[in-house]
């Protein structure tokens, strides 16, 4: 729900830009703070509870699983960015506000059955994880890339001049796919490397990608979204 409301401010940054041509900085923030207040209610608990519930040698695996229905929102997001040009921002930021809501309301009204089969499993001590370098590699390289594809070919910081519509397709179909590869990293963690080399090694990995962006070709620039 407090993701959803985080939408509200983007609905009046839409109205705005729709009025006057542009909008203030302040709506973006405030959407952006909703947001990440949102995310840190949501997603740490949800990741601990699958320490908890899940059998201890599929626990890596069910934690790929989440992620991967994270991935396929990411990409029904995509889709929902390209739509936007179609039917427009504001329809589109107030369609999110009234979905998530509700549904965060339909969570509250399920709240008690949904305790019962955890069967107090929120009571028991498990370990702290964290995707601090998963977060900051994401977040902030889908920024500056959506930035870096759509801007001229000719300007002080130049790009590649996507349309907005290819971009964000790009950014959609990226963002469904990192998020459904924990699948083979969970396995791989379970049955092979174990937990401590699964994480060294997926950071040395996704360091590698970033290496490979710095290059401003086409081959490069996939070769390091994969």
Do not use: Q
Not at 71 to 80: E, Q, R, S, T
Not at 99 to 104: A, E
Not at 137 to 157: E, Q, R, W
Not at 189 to 204: E, S
């Amino acid at each position: 729900m407090i993701m959803g409301l985080g939408f509200v401010f983007m609905i009046f940054a839409a109205a705005e830009f729709n009025s006057k041509g542009s909008s203030a900085m302040y709506w973006l923030v405030l959407a952006y703070l909703f947001h990440t207040i949102g995310e840190l209610c949501s997603s740490p608990v949800a990741l601990s509870f699958i320490t908890k519930l899940a059998p201890v040698k599929y626990a890596s695996l069910m934690m790929g699983v989440y992620f991967a229905a994270t991935g396929l929102g990411n990409k029904v997001a995509g889709v929902i960015g390209e739509s936007a040009s179609e039917f427009g921002e504001y329809a589109i930021f107030s369609g999110i506000t009234i979905f998530t809501v509700l549904f965060g309301i339909l969570v509250i009204l399920l709240l008690k059955p949904l305790k019962r089969l955890t069967h107090g499993a929120e009571d028991n001590e498990v370990e702290m994880h964290d995707d601090e370098a998963e977060g900051f590699s994401f977040y902030g390289m889908k920024i500056l890339l959506v930035l870096f594809l759509t801007a001229p070919f000719l300007s002080d910081n130049p790009g590649w001049e996507w349309s907005r519509e290819n971009a964000l397709a790009l950014i959609g179909t990226y963002s469904s796919l990192l998020y459904l590869t924990p699948i083979v990293g969970g396995w791989l963690a379970d049955k092979i490397t174990g937990y401590k080399w699964a994480v060294i090694i997926g950071c040395f990995i996704m360091m590698l990608g970033h290496a490979f962006m710095v290059f401003e070709t086409a081959w490069s620039l996939y070769l390091g979204l994969a």
